[in-house]
Structure formats: C-alpha cells, structure tokens
C-alpha cells in the first residue's frame, strides 16, 4: 500500500526566514508520481508540482525549490525568504503509474504560518 | 474558462437526507475524482472516473455513489446521510496526472 507521511503538522516562521517542509513516502512501485499542492486559507488546492520517479534532478521555481531524493524516499519542498502569502496548508502526494490518470495518495499535510 | 465548479459550495443535512453533488469542468479532461478532506487526516479519494460512463472506487467508498453520464459532469450523492459524511468534498479533473481541483463543498450531516 502506497502512504505519504508529512511528519510536521505546523510550523511557524518570521517573513523572509527559509523553510524546509518535509515528506516521506512509501510505495512498491517502480514508477510513480510525486506532486505538491498548496491550500491557502481560502480553501482551494492548487497545483505546485509534478516530479516522476525517474527524474531526481532538483527542480527550482522562484522561491520555490524541490528536492527528490529516491534513496532516502523523500521529497522535500524549500521556500526561500519566505512570505506572510506563503501560509497555507501544504499537501505531498503520491500516485502510482497506472494508464493515463492519478489516484492521488495524500500526507495530512502541514500548515506553514509566516508572521510578518 | 471555469476550471472545475461545485455546486453546491455550502450544504446542511439531517441524518437520514440524500443530495447529489455536481461537479463540472470545462476543461475537456477525461478523468474525474471526488475526495473528501477531514480535519488532519488529508485528503482521501471516494470514487473516480477513467470516463464516460465508468467509475471506479477509491479509498473510501461506502455509503457514496457516483455516476459519470456526460464527460463534463461527475455526480457524487449520498442516499442516506449520516454525521460521519460531514467533511469538505473536493472534486478534481485531470487530462493527465495533474489533478485540477474544484472549490469545494463544505458539508454538515446533524
């Protein structure tokens, strides 16, 4: 059975502070999917990230960056000089490769609160 | 361009009631999803659609049927609603493995 464990339920930080959110995952596939979703406390979810299993190159957005690492089952979510509009709820989830789609197996998540 | 659309955004139920959730997109994707989000426990998928006319189950499906009659549109109902159901039910779509999600509906079963 596939599980993704976010082990920090909430972490706060002081703007323009770097923070690291965690997520490990379990799967016995040999090629799945990785993804990251922000839901704001407006509620909606929005879409960050895709990573597959056979790409482990680091992938950085803006303040954004990932880091894949199959060794060690983790895919872990950095954001850099972090902003009082980076709070949210962040998700990590993880689908298996079957046919075209994604079943999506979430972690429960971690809500980051940045103070100005 | 909506993206994907839930109605309705806020619902209100006794014990026993029955609703239908419509989800919509406009994105001419194939696959569809409905999860439900509880408090520290994520999301956790309930059904799913590969397309028209066929869903498949997911996670947590009992006491929830789905029906898939037009590509654009995913029903999720409840026949007979009961407290546990109380949750946020999001419903997504998908052309590939990104999944689009809706807003959202908020759910109470007293």
């Given at each position: 059975?596939?599980?993704?464990?976010?082990?920090?339920?909430?972490?706060?930080?002081?703007?323009?502070?770097?923070?690291?959110?965690?997520?490990?995952?379990?799967?016995?596939?040999?090629?799945?999917?990785?993804?990251?979703?922000?839901?704001?406390?407006?509620?909606?979810?929005?879409?960050?990230?895709?990573?597959?299993?056979?790409?482990?190159?680091?992938?950085?957005?803006?303040?954004?960056?990932?880091?894949?690492?199959?060794?060690?089952?983790?895919f872990n979510f950095t954001i850099t000089a972090s902003q009082v509009v980076d709070s949210a709820v962040y998700f990590c989830a993880l689908s298996e490769a079957v046919g075209g789609y994604s079943t999506l197996t979430f972690g429960k998540g971690t809500m980051l609160l940045v103070s100005p | 361009n909506a993206g994907v659309t839930?109605?309705?955004?806020?619902?209100?139920?006794?014990?026993?009631?029955?609703?239908?959730?419509?989800?919509?997109?406009?994105?001419?994707?194939?696959?569809?999803?409905?999860?439900?989000?509880?408090?520290?426990?994520?999301?956790?998928?309930?059904?799913?659609?590969?397309?028209?006319?066929?869903?498949?189950?997911?996670?947590?499906?009992?006491?929830?049927?789905?029906?898939?009659?037009?590509?654009?549109?995913?029903?999720?109902?409840?026949?007979?609603?009961?407290?546990?159901?109380?949750?946020?039910?999001?419903?997504?779509?998908?052309?590939?493995?990104?999944?689009?999600?809706?807003?959202?509906?908020?759910?109470?079963?007293?």
């Open positions: 059975a596939q599980k993704v464990t976010q082990a920090q339920t909430e972490i706060s930080v002081v703007e323009k502070e770097d923070v690291t959110l965690d997520c490990v995952y379990e799967t016995r596939d040999t090629t799945y999917y990785l993804f990251w979703y922000k839901q704001p406390p407006s509620g909606e979810l929005v879409f960050l990230i895709r990573r597959n299993s056979f790409d482990e190159q680091n992938e950085i957005s803006g303040r954004y960056s990932w880091n894949f690492q199959k060794s060690t089952s983790s | 839930q109605t309705p955004k806020f619902r209100v139920l006794k014990t026993g009631q029955s609703m239908t959730l419509l989800c919509a997109q406009d994105m001419n994707h194939e696959y569809m999803y409905w999860y439900r989000q509880d408090p520290g426990m994520g999301l956790r998928l309930i059904h799913y659609s590969v397309g028209e006319g066929t869903t498949a189950k997911g996670e947590v499906p009992d006491g929830y049927n789905v029906s898939r009659l037009k590509k654009q549109n995913f029903l999720l109902g409840l026949e007979s609603a009961a407290p546990s159901q109380t949750s946020v039910y999001f419903c997504a779509s998908s052309r590939l493995r990104e999944q689009y999600f809706g807003p959202g509906t908020r759910l109470t079963v007293t």
